[in-house]
């Protein structure tokens, strides 16, 4: 299967490359800039593309972006700390980022002939994305069997939507994901912050899967007593 990922650089999609790289065929990597204030993750999806010897597209959405307003990721808004899964979260949405990516992608693996567009999106964020709910991946790809009818067959190919995070980490070390390069704190600093939900979620994830976390954190021990509050 020729598989297009989309890549942000993060665990989960860098460890997604790595897994349709050694059971599918990797015909590149796709991110996008849409304002991000973590923006530096897109370095590590270049990384992940020249390290499995496919090319990386980089689509510049800064001015879509700008109109997506009122989240964390794009405004000047805190990012909250805390757990994943608690309401304070939800000003992490970026409306119809995903919708707007895959649409994007699934055009560009038609025009080069893919047969699918993989996502890492999984169980542990549907409290807070809608636009990455199994119902949403099954709608979209009824959306895109329309789309593209009689021209192309492209497949969305989501592996870890039902599992949990902690799951990706258990994939990503069996296909050798070298984890360290990868970027998941939505503050965007020098350090992993430790603090934000996708840090705390990144954290547990190893602990749960087993897995040793070579992940360098502002405030290591923070995740914790997010784990433990909620």
């Known amino acids: 299967m020729k598989t297009l990922v989309i890549c942000s650089g993060g665990l989960d999609s860098v460890s997604l490359a790595h897994l349709v790289a050694a059971e599918h065929t990797l015909v590149g990597l796709i991110s996008f800039d849409y304002g991000q204030r973590h923006r530096k993750e897109v370095e590590f999806a270049a990384r992940a593309a020249n390290r499995l010897g496919v090319p990386h597209d980089l689509i510049d959405m800064r001015h879509i972006g700008r109109h997506l307003s009122g989240s964390a990721l794009t405004d000047d808004l805190d990012v909250p700390d805390g757990h994943y899964a608690e309401d304070n979260m939800k000003v992490t949405v970026v409306p119809n980022r995903n919708a707007i ?46 789309a593209l009818d009689g021209y192309a067959s492209v497949q969305l190919f989501t592996p870890f939507v039902h599992v949990p995070k902690s799951a990706i980490v258990t994939a990503g070390a069996k296909h050798g994901t070298p984890f360290a390069d990868t970027w998941s704190c939505y503050k965007g600093g020098d350090l992993h912050c430790g603090r934000c939900g996708t840090c705390v979620e990144r954290r547990e994830a190893f602990d749960i899967a087993g897995v040793k976390d070579p992940t360098a954190y502002a405030d290591p021990d923070f995740w914790k007593s997010a784990v433990e509050a909620h």
């Open 101 to 146: 990516m895959l649409a994007i992608a699934f055009g560009m693996a038609a025009a080069k002939g893919a047969d699918a567009v993989a996502a890492a999106v999984h169980g542990g964020d549907h409290f807070i994305y809608p636009d990455c709910r199994p119902d949403f991946i099954d709608a979209f790809q009824a959306m895109q069997d329309k």
